[in-house]
């Protein structure tokens, strides 16, 4: 084994216990759900389109396949639980997009 070698291995053993530790307790922040307000205008404002993003299919596709009604059916997906679920994950990514992106200086 040369030198080189030897170095990418003890980058990749650090790497493993990074990954393995997770993420530091000070880089978590928990989501910025939307209160009750938000959640209720989200669903008013929320339309058929919603099925085609990735989120949208899935939850619709879960919905579809648990209650044995069709994903098109986007008028009887409105009543259903999984309709708040997604309204509230919506409202989450739009937070989330909105907010800054800010960095962390990485550990020495």
Known sequence: MDLGELASNVAD???A?????GLQKNLMVKPKFPNPEQLEAKK???T??????????FVV????G??????????EFKTSAQFGTL?????????TEKAAVTTCAAPH
């Open 61 to 64: 596709n879960q919905w579809a």
């Open 48 to 57: 058929a389109d919603c099925m085609k993003g990735t989120l949208g299919q």
């Open 13 to 15: 053993c650090g790497l």
């Open 66 to 75: 648990a209650t044995g009604s069709s994903a098109d059916n986007f008028e």
């Open 17 to 21: 216990q990074s990954i393995q530790a």
């Open 87 to 95: 309204c509230k994950y919506l409202c989450l990514k739009e937070t």
């Open 44 to 46: 008013g404002s929320v």
